[in-house]
């Protein structure tokens, strides 16, 4: 499995990309914003993306939206990272085309498992 985290904070991105490597045995690709994790998703071709909510420039909506509007992308699916926990906040991004949605801060050790959880894998 290949995930590709599109977060501009390094620390999360970092300390994703640690848990689903080391810890869940996943390959993962790093991208610190929308517009390069657009351009890294069509390269790539991740089997899921984890994005963050809230960046500079494109955020994550947005991004979901530009990622929902390309041929190359449109199928891939995207979890969320977001500290919004509200449960409005949650059903509006699975309105948008979201899969998922897993709150900030995260369990390390238990991300790998709550991904494969959400896209219903082993």
């Known amino acids: 499995m290949k995930v590709l985290i599109i977060d501009d904070e390094e620390d999360i991105r970092s300390i994703a990309?640690?848990?689903?490597?080391?810890?869940?045995?996943?390959?993962v690709v790093e991208a610190e914003g929308g517009e390069e994790g657009i351009s890294k998703a069509e390269a790539e071709n991740p089997d899921v993306i984890l994005l963050d909510h809230n960046m500079p420039g494109l955020d994550g909506p947005a991004t979901?939206?530009?990622?929902?509007?390309?041929?190359?992308?449109?199928n891939i699916p995207v979890i969320f990272l977001t500290a919004r926990a509200l449960t409005s906040d949650m059903e509006?991004?699975?309105?948008?085309?979201?899969?998922g949605v897993i709150t900030k801060p995260f369990d390390p050790t238990t991300l790998a498992t709550q991904v494969k959880a959400i896209l219903g894998v082993q």
Not at 18 to 23: E, K, T
């Open 92 to 99: 509006r991004l699975k309105q948008m085309g979201a899969t």
């Open 17 to 27: 990309s640690m848990s689903l490597g080391i810890l869940g045995g996943i390959d």
């Open 64 to 74: 979901l939206a530009k990622l929902r509007e390309n041929s190359a992308t449109k």
